[in-house]
């Protein structure tokens, strides 16, 4: 059904379609329309989970997980400082192998307050076992929502899945959106290792050595298997519903001598800014990251490539540069821009194209050329 | 005690100390609960108890989780099972540091929540896992590697916070009176909503005093009125059985502190203002008990 709607609404839209046992959430900006929206459709009988308005957010996934544990689909959602104080359970989660799916609006880090786009929370929990997903439409966070149940809850992963979109930027604008009739799209939720009284197991108890390294290893080994499994349900996806994904979204890239890429809405931004560069005749692409764990294997060979981070890792650099040099060997143009929700627009990408100098880094507004 | 069941779900190759009491009171709680139940566990003595991997001295399903998390954990739990039409009991067992300290805003939480679960709190008045340091179930005056001169201020009163967020059901109990336990979860595993349990757990490595004295140590504990056991229901207390005769004629606080390490060399004014709280918490409960409060 064709409609218009906000990132958060597309979000809780597909929660509603994929029927979660529980959902247990906390309130925080920008998120809160989110779980605001689900409690709605719960009281109104339009949902029929079992919503958990807990006290905080480490309860969240602490219940999420017991939930998910008990054997029903399950889905939480915050953002920003509220993704850091779940930080121990986010951990906890993926090495309960819980395919628990969260969506986390991204907004910065405090102090001070400050409460617009930005995606150091997420690329914080970078190392939890997580697989990560970034949107850049409000049709994509329904899309990536209903896909991220599918993909987690497949017994070749097992790990649960962060879909994140830009704090207001995305979470708090209105664009077009296409719900659909998911049918048969996700089954029922089946977890091999789900608690059952009738052969009582031990959950994570105390683990040797031995034993922890080989589980550690399962973590991964999934994680590489969840590359082909994402395929599988992107390919499915298109197929009922006509709306392709892949790892990346490419655009214009095919004959670029420069590539930007960029994460959330500033790679969509930088659409529009490739087509500026292209009627000046400069034949530039780029390419929104849109898997960032599992990492995608990025095409770039022979092309200047200027990242754009709305992050930053004090001390090292941008993540997303960082990252795209270590898997392709490529020294970028590394751009940070829009912290804390900084404006960035077409115009100032196509600068930062027509300006790059790969191998250094810029902070837009800020300096120069480090 | 022909009424309880002989069935066992802790079995003997526990990894606990000698002379520990909270995995004597675990067998009995789980001889209440069977083996419908899944225990949910926070970092804790029994997280040590429960075995190491791929074993488990239990024959229920364990469900460990991080240190404050576990009342949390058991509302997702809670709730998974009744969305999924399962009447399975869901306890937490968890000790003093994971309920009174670090855990007790997920407890608050689960309890203002109305979720329907049971949480037991084995208190043995430290961080025994790590080997004793100061919680805040703590005693005034008691030795611990964090207070080594004593703990400066008095136990938080858990119960009265519990209390607070008016429950269907709480007890205390202790590990000298298994039967009395075993009645206490019973009844409130057949009550819906949040029920409490608050087990004082004596610990002979910690509270250091000999393990064959583990019985004892709780029945001074009772006898002196420095644990009541009583139950709540509705908000309707009663004093249990053991607890009454003792808090009409209170055993010398000194029979209970004097074979315990943890309170060598008390000054004769911690004693003092111990020998009070006794006596305000003896006054307190009665006063409800008999309508007078």
Known sequence: MLTIATGNRAVADAVKAA????????????????????????????????????????????????ASAGGVRTFTATSSHGLLYMHEMVHWAAGARLPIVMANVNRALGPGWNTWAEHTDAFSQRDTGWLQVFVGTVQEAYDATLMAFKIAEDERVLLPVMVNLDG????????????????????????????????????????????????????????????????????????????????????????????????????????????????EGIKAGSMRLRWFRPFPDLDLAGRDVVVIDRDYSFGFGGVVAHSLKSKTGIEPYSVIAGLGGQEVTYNDIADFVKNRRPGTETWFGVSDHV | MSAIPKEEYLYK?????????????????????????????????????????????????????AFAASAACASGMSEAFAAAGKETNVIVYAGDGGTVDIGIQALSGAFERGTNFLYICYDNEAYGNTGMQRSGATPLGARTTTTPGGKPTTK??????????????????????????????????????????????????????????????????????????????????????????????????????????????????????????????????????????
């Open chain 1, 19 to 66: 029927k979660p046992g529980v959902i247990a959430a906390y309130p925080i900006t920008p998120q809160t329309e989110i779980v605001e929206q689900i409690a709605e459709y719960v009281t109104g009988g339009n949902l029929e989970s079992r919503y958990i308005p807990v006290e905080s957010e480490h309860s969240a996934m602490a219940a999420c997980i017991g």
């Open chain 2, 13 to 65: 190759c526990t990894s606990a100390c000698a002379g520990c009491s909270s995995s004597l009171c675990l067998r009995y709680v789980l001889k209440a609960a069977g083996s419908d139940s899944v225990l949910v566990i926070p970092a804790c003595c029994t997280s040590v108890i429960q075995g190491i991997y791929p074993g488990t001295a239990m024959n229920v399903p364990v469900y460990n989780v």
């Open chain 2, 156 to 293: 938080k009163d858990l119960d009265r916070i519990i209390e607070a967020h008016n429950p269907p059901y709480m007890a205390t109990a202790c590990s000298a009176y298994p039967l009395d336990l075993y009645k206490k979860v019973k009844k409130a595993l057949s009550i819906e909503g949040p029920k409490f349990i608050h087990i004082l757990a004596p610990c002979p490595p910690g509270w250091r005093y000999p393990t064959e004295k583990t019985v004892e140590m709780g029945k001074l504990a009772v006898k002196t009125g420095t644990w009541i056991l009583y139950e709540r229901e509705f908000g309707k207390l009663s004093i249990s059985g053991p607890s009454k005769a003792a808090m009409k004629r209170p055993a010398p606080l000194e029979d209970y502190i004097r074979g315990q390490g943890r309170f060598k060399n008390l000054s004769p004014e911690t004693l003092d203002l111990m020998r009070q709280q006794v006596q305000q918490n003896i006054q307190r409960l009665s006063r409800e008990e008999a309508g007078v409060c």
């Open chain 1, 168 to 279: 207001f930027a995305l979470s708090h604008i209105t664009q077009s959106l296409d719900t659909v009739e998911i049918g048969d799209f996700l089954p029922p939720f089946h977890l091999p290792h789900a608690i059952d009284t009738e052969n009582p197991l031990g959950y994570g108890p105390m683990t040797g050595p031995a034993d922890y390294f080989r589980f550690r290893w399962d973590i991964e080994r999934s994680m590489r298997d969840s590359r082909g499994v994402i395929t599988e349900v992107e390919r499915e996806f298109a197929e009922r519903f006509g709306r392709s994904y892949g790892p990346t979204e490419d655009y214009r890239c095919e004959d670029a001598d420069v590539v930007v890429v960029a994460i959330g809405t500033l790679g969509k931004e930088a659409e529009v800014a490739i087509d500026r560069l292209r009627d």
